[in-house]
């Protein structure tokens, strides 16, 4: 079955960069695309952008231009997000989530917790 | 940014009754494909989303007939009858037609 873990919580001082990984399991990764979202808890959910496994190209939401870059590893079927810059806006819960074909997030991780603070 | 509203914000419930849930969108959301690819989520709290419908009204794998989704151009609406205690938490709509990709502000279906 589709899998996608998440690495764990972050905890990061502002200024700082983190790398978020998404490794995948049960699906042909390196034809897939992927996506990450943005939550802030209690707050609804923000797409940031979509990278494409086979060649590496990526789209991105003009919002987070600068502040996330998207990679895979397709020997190791892992998606990987970096955020560089953070602040505390930054501070939320981030989501990778496989693209079907059709356009759409069909599986998601669990989400990961990233707090900047000093 | 097309902006996706729904309605309402809180929709409380009780077992084994019927709702539904509006998601308008400022733009019409029809491709130049001639798809609508509007889909609805319900995320449990702590959880992430869970897909139960894509592009307007197709139930994803192992969703039960009791969630259906309907509607053309800006205007959208899940049904769900027959709630049950797993049914409860935030519903969103989401946009894939128009670049970003927009979320709703989210439905937060909860018991009497």
């Known amino acids: 079955q589709v899998k996608l873990q998440q690495s764990g919580a972050e905890l990061v001082k502002p200024g700082a960069s983190v790398k978020l990984s998404c490794k995948t399991s049960g699906y042909t990764f390196s034809t897939s695309y992927m996506s990450w979202f943005k939550q802030i808890p209690g707050q609804s959910i923000e797409w940031i952008g979509m990278?494409?496994?086979?060649?590496?190209?990526?789209g991105y939401n003009q919002k987070f231009k600068g502040k996330a870059t998207l990679t895979v590893d397709t020997s190791s079927s892992t998606a990987y997000m970096d955020l560089s810059s953070l602040t505390t806006e930054d501070s939320a819960v981030y989501f990778c989530?496989?693209?079907?074909?059709?356009?759409?997030?069909?599986?998601w991780g669990q989400g990961v917790m990233v707090t900047v603070s000093s | 940014d097309v902006l996706m509203t729904q309605t309402p914000v809180s929709l409380p419930v009780s077992l084994g009754g019927q709702v539904s849930i509006s998601c308008r969108s400022s733009?019409?959301?029809?491709?130049?494909?001639?798809?609508?690819?509007l889909h609805w989520y319900l995320q449990k709290p702590g959880q992430s989303p869970q897909l139960l419908i894509y592009r307007v009204s197709n139930r994803f794998s192992g969703v039960p007939d009791r969630f259906s989704g309907s509607g053309s151009g800006t205007d959208f609406t899940l049904k769900i009858s027959r709630v049950e205690p797993e049914d409860l938490g935030v519903y969103y709509c989401l946009q894939s037609t128009h670049f970003p990709n927009t979320f709703g502000a989210g439905t937060k279906l909860e018991l009497k």
């Open positions: 733009q019409s959301l029809v491709h130049s494909d001639g798809n609508t690819y």
């Open positions: 990278i494409y496994a086979g060649d590496g190209g990526t």
């Open positions: 989530a496989r693209m079907y074909y059709d356009g759409y997030p069909d599986y």
